[in-house]
């Protein structure tokens, strides 16, 4: 190497040296100018690999200072951290909130909508619609090859009758098409699954288990392909049993445990009767398809929806021509969902996270803003000595994301023990829904991500404040000579009165709503729950023939009728709040035409007095309206009054056209009514009942109640045929009736055994977790705005200390600076909950406005003074509290530092 070559690398090697910690190059310095000089001489000698071996030491010596150092400031600022427990107890107590806030909803997004479904190979390559499709137009559908690869279609949910040692036991699962699995993917664990051989009714049916129903209902046999198992009273053959965690192609909403054939199901299941799979109006089926490689669910959706139209031109439906009647699906996630929905499923909830992480952050940069300034004279003794200023912007980041560090640590166990908590919810439904959302390790890489975020965001700041102040007044005792002019509304009092005012409209709002919509369920449903036992049956799928189940039902009536202490008695299809289904009907009105929709209910003789539901004109239903030929229906009086506000309904006619299926739970099942076909039969009105509500949030609207007929009991839907009766007080209906269902048959299947308040229970039950959930957010708000009240108090006195000292030097006492501080602090948190109250009335007046079912809950509560009393009382309780905290410092400033620094 020459000269002129050795001297460039000495001189970079020189400028690398610079490189090296402060700290380092102190006590190092000699050694390193010796290095370089002895490196000077040996140059000219040195050939490129021994050159390659200097800077790669070089290198290794340059990490190994920086983390020497960065180990010294992480232990430093954890002694400093240790010394001040209540600043840090806060600090990762109200960033841990927000992480687990953030992680919670990530979690969920990611069990829900991003999780693949298990045991599907290619789950990105499946589509699925929105909307279930007949038969018919599943097989229109099926030969556009085009599109698809593969397809299958599937009804869910439906309940089999699974005979195990002489008791009938109800199993979930789907009728499939035999392509079902080969387009999901899905290999065979045991035995083999359905194919080509099954697309013929022959022989006795196959059908595919579960591996957790292989496990619990079959004690995981090894030899269990071709055992028999009675289904409906029919005798089937297992033929394969899924992997591991697969549960059909929906888990998270029709959940399955059996798959029998199509065209086994002809043989097995009532969906399938009454020739279904050639009724196009009867859409029952679920689709999903794997589409081809290059087709777009876009292209999809425009072909499907133009089968869909020419299918209906066909039969002789109209079809809207402004709606779209096909929506495709992301068909290999839990929750399918629409492209164009991802983004506002994924967006709002970062939003949200955003917002609760800003609101976080700024509580703990208020709180380390009046850290730095205690810690100007450290900084400057520091700078005065040869720090440089990004060294100890370094230093003081590294304590901002140790905080971060505790936080996150805390925030993830906490979404951890959260989301365990939700995964082992279980829903109140008769199908077993069970959401699992358990954190993975993608959880906890987005909560890395967010911890380490959050530490810059929160330590960038006060670390730049803290550098940038002067090495002469900060040397001196106290570091804060000048005693600043305080705004009354500076931006963190506004921040703080923000955030109080906030915490208190969600409080009341979420505390009206609850409160009222309770006392809507108990005094406004239009029904009366007392004493009333609902015991489910299903003798179809017990075994029963048609025949030997339209002579059960009455025969059992009669028995339970005589009993004593028994009011009443009644078979019925629907309760209150769980409805038959919407049905579309056409009358005669002001000599036009008129179409409509109401509510459906199909029920027995006797319903109206069992429910406790008043007739206020005409008559109920009677035994004799359930005879053939007998075209009796019983209107609410919102429907009634919707027909004519003057005329008398009674003796009016409606032409009841077509019907569609019942909600199941959370979802819409394409299996809930598989009696969808146009009756186009007309009725007359011979009563109008009182209005109960269709659900617990919502007004009651037009309803028709529709006399339960032979059919109804030869072809109940899946949730059986419910006899509902009405005791005296003290009688315990449930044991009798099973006893005398036990009586007339043991082998019967008695389920959805509740009384009327359990289920009005049940169904409050989703609302209370969602208006509770935003009440724990409201909470969380309020200790957010505590914590930043408690900053901004923090920062006050650490400011105003040498003021302090000058008022105690002065006279003043101790308690008169804390009253002072406390009661800067009470006006703060008065002046929030001011705005909070005109906020929460403001809000419940729109909500009212805009939400009937806000408007009937609030209409029952505003009376209630413990609501606004109970609010206001937790705010300033808490208020007050984080307030005092860093307030008592202020007793304690010696008068005499003051003093001497003037």
């Known amino acids: 190497m020459n000269a002129r070559s050795a001297g460039f690398v000495v001189s970079l090697y020189r400028r690398l040296l610079r490189f090296f910690p402060h700290r380092f190059r102190c006590a190092f310095e000699h050694e390193m100018l010796e290095t370089t000089e002895g490196a000077a001489a040996s140059m000219r000698r040195q050939s490129l690999a021994g050159l390659v071996a200097l800077f790669a030491d070089l290198a290794a010596q340059l990490a190994v200072a920086h983390l020497r150092e960065i ?52 789950a990105d390559d499946l589509v699925t619609l929105q909307q279930p499709v007949s038969y018919p137009a599943y097989r229109r559908i099926r030969d556009q090859t085009n ?70 209902n079959l004690g ?27 549960q059909g192609a929906s888990p998270m909403m029709y959940v ?51 089968i869909q139209r020419q299918i209906l031109r066909d039969s002789g439906q109209p079809a809207v021509e402004s709606d779209r009647l096909v929506s495709v699906a992301t068909g290999g996630k839990l929750i399918p969902t629409r492209e164009k929905d991802r983004a506002l499923f994924t967006f709002l909830p970062m939003v949200v996270i955003s917002l609760l992480s800003l609101i976080a952050c700024s ?29 100890l912007i370094r230093q003081l980041i590294i304590e901002s994301l140790l905080i971060a560090s505790g936080a996150g640590t805390l925030g993830f166990a906490l979404t951890c023990w959260l989301m365990h908590m939700l995964s082992q919810l279980r829903l109140p439904h008769a199908m077993p829904i069970r959401f699992n959302v358990e954190v993975d390790w993608r959880v906890l890489v987005f909560t890395i991500g967010l911890t380490a975020l959050t530490g810059l965001a929160i330590g960038l700041l006060p670390a730049i404040q803290a550098t940038r102040s002067e090495l002469v007044p900060a040397l ?90 028994f009011v009443s008695a009644t078979w019925t299809e629907a309760i209150p709040m769980q409805p038959s289904g919407r049905v579309t009907f056409t009358t005669d009105t002001d000599g036009s035409r008129r179409v409509d929709q109401a509510t459906e209910y199909i029920v027995g003789s006797g319903y109206f007095q069992t429910m406790g539901i008043s007739i206020v004109r ?22 009634a009054q919707s027909l004519s506000r003057t005329a008398d309904p009674i003796g009016r006619r409606l032409t009841l056209v077509s019907k569609s299926g019942a909600a199941f739970g959370l979802f819409n099942g394409s299996a809930a009514d598989y009696r969808m076909a146009s009756r186009d039969e007309t009725y007359e009105v011979v009563g109008v009942a009182a209005d109960v509500l269709d659900t617990p949030i919502e007004r009651p609207g037009p309803a028709i109640y529709l006399p339960m007929t032979q059919v109804d009991f030869a072809r109940p839907t899946f949730q059986g045929i419910t006899l509902a009766t009405r005791t005296t007080p003290g009688v315990d209906a449930a044991t009798i009736v099973r006893a005398q269902i036990a009586a007339i048959d043991p082998k019967l299947t008695t389920f959805n055994v509740k009384t009327m308040p359990d289920w009005i229970e049940q169904l409050m039950f989703i609302v209370k977790i969602g208006l509770w959930s935003y009440g724990l957010i409201g909470a969380f708000g309020l200790v957010l705005a505590s914590v930043g009240l408690g900053g901004v108090t923090a920062y006050s006195v650490s400011s105003r200390m040498h003021e302090i000292g000058i008022r105690l030097a002065l006279g003043a006492r101790s308690r008169d600076i804390l009253r002072m501080i406390m009661a800067e602090g009470a006006a703060l948190i008065s002046i929030g909950s001011c705005m909070g109250i005109a906020l929460a009335v403001l809000a419940m007046h729109v909500m009212a406005a805009s939400m009937d079912p806000v408007s009937r809950s609030i209409q029952h509560s505003q009376s209630d003074p413990r609501i606004a009393a109970g609010a206001l009382g937790i705010l300033f309780m808490v208020g007050l509290l984080a307030c005092y905290l860093p307030a008592r410092r202020s007793g304690r400033v010696d008068p005499v530092i003051p003093l001497r620094q003037e």
């Open 618 to 639: 005409g008559r109920g239903l009677t035994s004799d309206d359930e005879k053939p030929g007998r075209h009796s229906i019983v209107v609410s009086e919102a429907l």
């Open 147 to 216: 599109l698809f690869s593969s397809t299958a279609a599937y009804v869910a949910p439906v309940p089999f009758g699974v005979n195990s040692n002489g008791h009938t036991e109800r199993i979930w699962g789907h009728i499939v098409t035999p392509t079902y699995f080969t387009t999901l993917g899905v290999t065979a664990e045991l035995g083999r699954l359905l194919d080509a051989q099954d697309e013929l009714a022959r022989g006795t049916p196959s059908i595919v288990v579960s591996d957790r129903y292989w496990k619990s």
């Open 71 to 122: 180990a010294w400031d992480v232990r430093y600022e954890l002694r400093l951290l240790i010394r001040k427990p209540a600043f840090t107890f806060v600090a990762v107590v109200s960033m841990s909130l927000a992480i687990c806030a953030g992680s919670a909803f990530f979690s969920e997004l990611n069990g829900t909508i991003l999780r693949d479904v298990p045991g599907v190979g290619q």
């Open 363 to 391: 509580n703990v940069v208020n709180m380390l803003l009046a850290r730095s300034l205690d810690r100007r004279r450290e900084v400057a003794v520091q700078l005065s000595l040869g720090a440089s200023r990004a060294r």
């Open 220 to 246: 995981s046999d090894p030899d269990v392909i071709g055992r028999p198992i009675h289904i409906n009273g029919k005798q089937c053959t297992i033929v394969g049993v899924v992997p591991v965690g697969f």
């Open 256 to 306: 399955a445990d059996l798959w029998l054939p199509v065209p086994g199901g002809l043989a097995v299941a009532p969906e399938l009767s009454d020739d279904a799979l050639e009724r196009p109006q009867v859409a029952m089926f679920q689709f999903i398809g794997r589409r081809r490689q290059g087709v777009k669910p876009s292209q999809i959706e425009t072909a499907l929806d133009a």
């Open 476 to 565: 001196k005792e106290g570091g804060n000579l000048q005693i600043r002019r305080r705004r009354a509304f500076s931006a963190r009092n506004l921040l703080v009165v923000s955030q109080m005012a906030a915490s208190l409209t969600l409080l009341l709002v979420i505390g009206y709503i609850v409160f009222g919509m309770e006392r809507t369920m108990l005094h406004a449903s239009g029904f009366d729950a007392r004493n009333v036992q609902l015991v489910s049956i299903d003798p179809v799928r017990d075994g029963y023939s048609a025949e030997q189940a339209k002579e059960l039902y009455p025969k059992l009536l009669e028995h339970v009728k005589g009993l004593p202490g």
